[in-house]
């Protein structure tokens, strides 16, 4: 009997190790794996490079207060500087902790400038920012926040659908004590749905408009996921706050929230902290991380290899149209969307040895290692095709 409480419904199954994009249980079968930990192992299981990085830092220090200058975490929060719409960064553990500072920046920011009034955050209902008090009550979501209440103030919600107008009545939800908008730019738990380019320039006018903040939740979509190292990118948006995590560590939790230079200045000592937070371990695998992302080519093959794996997909769904609905996402950020549940499908893909994990709405969410090889494409290809063909 384990001895874990039951929050988690677990599959019947077990790894003793991992290699790249396969996982080796300890039934003795060898497993694709394209949930990589749910968009975390961005380079893939027993990354040699990782590994090196990884113990050498551990011989070295593992973990330092934040009351210290952490040269590892100046060093990362530079290269995030240099490559994105970011001035500074603050390191947490985890994308709930990074969405909560996200939205205390966004408070702090306005308190700064003698508006402590404006404190709401706009969200989408039903979307996913983490498990914490307040990033529960973000999402608004029934289920998630059943019986956790007194229900925590400061969230107002917004539809988000598929038809036009994506956003209805978006403006009268924009109150005087609005103080930004927050949203996923690839709702993944919700079922890898994009905001179009348009809508997220739109939802950009808006905040510029109203002088309220754009906070992008892209701790599942970013870190190359998408294709780009932002999924925002292609729109030419430029957000204020962006919570980050999953794929920045490639397996270590890490965490981290970015902002402008214009938000930054709440910021002051003693505003917001973290015990481990950025410590040197964490940080040098994001270094590590972040040395294969932004390697030249590496995102451009992300793209590349993704569109192979959409045809291929799009070939499967016209074969079974019945059964699938939609391709859909972003990069290597993919859904399967069914026509009906997606529980025995993601079974009948684990007994033919490949690796799914579910999303809302029917979704089957493919979540292969960035640095995923085509062979490995093509043999994802097959199982669900197989699997396509007994259902
Ligand atoms: C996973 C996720 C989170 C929460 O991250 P945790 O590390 O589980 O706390 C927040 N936002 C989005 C969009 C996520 O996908």
């Given at each position: ?60 220090v593992?973990?330092v207060s934040n009351a210290f200058i952490i040269p590892e975490g100046e060093k990362l929060a530079k ?12 390191f ?177 000592p ?8 950025g410590n040197p371990?964490?940080m ?108």
């Amino acid at each position: 009997m384990s001895a874990l409480a039951k929050n988690y419904n677990r599959r019947k199954i077990a790894f003793k190790k991992g290699k790249g994009s396969f996982l080796y249980a300890t039934n003795g079968k060898k497993y694709l794996d394209f949930v990589q930990g749910i968009a975390v192992n961005s380079l893939g299981h027993a990354n040699p490079y990782l590994i090196k990085a990884i113990n050498k830092q551990a011989n070295k220090v593992w973990h330092v207060s934040n009351a210290f200058i952490i040269p590892e975490g100046e060093k990362l929060a530079k290269r995030i500087k240099q490559k994105t719409f970011a001035d500074y960064v603050i390191f947490q553990n985890s994308g709930t902790e990074a969405t909560e500072a996200a939205i205390k920046v966004a408070r702090r920011y306005f308190y700064s400038k003698g508006k402590p009034y404006k404190n709401r955050i706009l969200c989408i209902k039903n979307s996913f920012h983490g498990r914490t008090i307040a990033a529960i009550f973000a999402s608004g979501s029934k289920k998630m926040t059943e019986g956790f209440g007194p229900k925590v103030p400061g969230f107002d919600h917004i539809e988000f659908r598929k038809f036009k107008p994506r956003f209805p009545n978006i403006r009268s939800k924009i109150k005087k004590n609005t103080a930004a908008i927050m949203v996923e730019t690839i709702m993944g738990e919700g079922g890898i749905k994009s905001i179009p380019d348009k809508c997220l320039k739109y939802l950009r006018k808006i905040c510029n408009e109203k002088k309220i903040l754009l906070i992008l939740d892209e701790v599942q979509c970013g870190i190359g996921r998408s294709g780009d190292f932002f999924a925002f990118e292609k729109s030419k948006v430029k957000p204020d706050i962006v919570p980050i995590a999953k794929g920045i560590g490639g397996g270590f939790p890490i965490g981290a929230v970015l902002m402008t230079k214009k938000v930054s200045s709440a910021m002051v000592p003693g505003t917001h902290g973290s015990t481990f937070g950025g410590n040197p371990l964490a940080m040098s695998v994001g270094n590590a991380v972040l040395d294969k992302i932004f390697e030249k080519g590496f995102l451009k093959n992300v793209k590349k290899i993704s569109k192979y794996f959409y045809n291929e997909l799009n070939k499967i769904k016209s074969d079974y149209p019945k059964l699938i609905k939609e391709v859909r996402g972003s990069g290597l950020l993919i859904g399967l969307q069914l026509f009906k549940d997606q529980k025995l499908f993601i079974q009948k893909l684990e007994d033919n040895k490949m690796l799914t994990i579910r999303a809302a709405e029917n979704v089957v969410r493919i979540l292969p290692p960035l640095n995923v090889k085509k062979y490995e494409i093509n043999l994802g290809i097959k199982i669900i095709r197989k699997v396509c063909k007994e259902l």
